[in-house]
Nanobody, 125 residues
Framework: QVQLVESGGGLVQADGSLRLSCAAS??????MAWFRQAPGKEREFVAA???????VYTDSVKGRFTISRDSAKNTAYLQMNSLKPEDTAVYYC?????????????????????WGQGTQVTVSS
């Protein structure tokens, strides 16, 4: 059975940092990603990774967030620095067995078959 389990969310002050983890079990994945959903808003793409040299970010987090993965542990990470109140959301880990090539594909929600339960990130001003 495939499972994605997120951890690392919490409450942090603006300009603070958090590191999210996503532990996958049941199989390995070519692509992993992070999405987020704020109250009353659609779930949106944050970052995706296929390999160390193939990562994609949404513009609002570039320079502040870093996605990485440890293939030996089958785990993806999202290091979030310089957090802002507008980063407040439930953060979801997603994984795809497809070989996603383009940035557009890597950032498209429907390309990911597996999802975690989400972890809350709250940034206070």
């Amino acid at each position: 059975q495939v499972q994605l389990v997120e951890s690392g969310g919490g409450l942090v002050q603006a300009d603070g940092s958090l590191r999210l983890s996503c532990a996958a079990s049941g199989r390995t994945f070519v692509n992993m990603a992070w999405f987020r959903q704020a109250p009353g808003k659609e779930r949106e793409f944050v970052a995706a990774i296929r390999s160390a040299d193939r990562v994609v970010y949404t513009d609002s987090v570039k320079g502040r967030f870093t996605i990485s993965r440890d293939s030996a542990k089958n785990t993806a990470y999202l290091q979030m620095n310089s957090l802002k109140p507008e980063d407040t959301a439930v953060y979801y880990c997603a994984a795809s067995g497809r070989f996603l090539v383009t940035a557009q594909a890597m950032g498209t929600r429907s390309q990911y078959e597996y999802w975690g339960q989400g972890t809350q990130v709250t940034v206070s001003s």
